[in-house]
């Protein structure tokens, strides 16, 4: 099964921007759907950025939209996360976990909830403060 490891992860000022990667070790990702999500200290996860497989749909937090973007490198098979204009309240634990194709759904998309259960990363941190 595939398990997935975050990285790009750091310490940036508010306004300022990160590009994390989501790969798999020997594994391309084009075949499944993926989604980020992050979880903030004391809060819930929540779902921040999903892609299904063959990129043909996205979706985006309302809280991101507009300043994150998720795209694929399908060469690499690797999956990413473009950040910019990042705010004090973006900072968490960001994770990426993956699904089947006909597991992309919003209800992947808002919770994480996957047939993949075993997919997730430990997550890298995004810290965003002056």
């Known amino acids: 099964q595939v398990q997935l490891v975050e990285s790009g992860g750091g310490l940036v000022q508010p306004g300022g921007s990160l590009r994390l990667t989501c790969a798999a070790s020997g594994v391309s990702l084009d075949d499944y759907a993926i989604g980020w999500f992050r979880q903030a200290p004391g809060k819930e996860r929540e779902g921040v950025a999903c892609i299904s497989s063959g990129n043909a749909n996205t979706a985006y937090a309302d809280s991101v939209k507009g300043r994150f973007a998720i795209f694929r490198d399908n060469n690499k098979g690797t999956v990413y996360l473009e950040m910019i204009n990042l705010k004090p309240g973006d900072t968490a634990t960001y994770y990426c976990?993956?699904?089947?194709?006909?597991?992309?759904?919003?209800?992947?998309?808002?919770?994480?909830?996957?047939?993949?259960?075993?997919?997730w990363g430990q997550g890298t941190q995004v810290t965003v403060s002056s």
């Open positions: 976990a993956a699904d089947l194709p006909q597991g992309y759904s919003p209800r992947f998309c808002l919770t994480g909830t996957t047939s993949l259960r075993d997919s």
